[in-house]
């Protein structure tokens, strides 16, 4: 099983969602969407990757 990684993630990935594009095909599971605004953190429950919301939040949120 691959190591568990943290990505930092801005405003600008938003809506944050797991994998990330780009993703090559082997390693893709079901896109599931994070909500890394409420709690500044977010961990996906397929892969384990802890994301780390950092910047301003967008407007509105």
Do not use: I, S
């Amino acid at each position: 099983m691959a190591d568990k990684k943290t990505v930092e993630v801005t405003a600008r990935d938003l809506p944050l969602h797991c994998p990330p594009a780009g993703t090559a095909t082997w390693n893709l599971h079901p896109r599931v969407y994070l909500d890394v605004l409420h709690t500044g953190e977010a961990a996906c429950p397929y892969c384990g990757t802890h994301y780390v919301f950092k910047g301003e939040p967008p407007k509105g949120h």
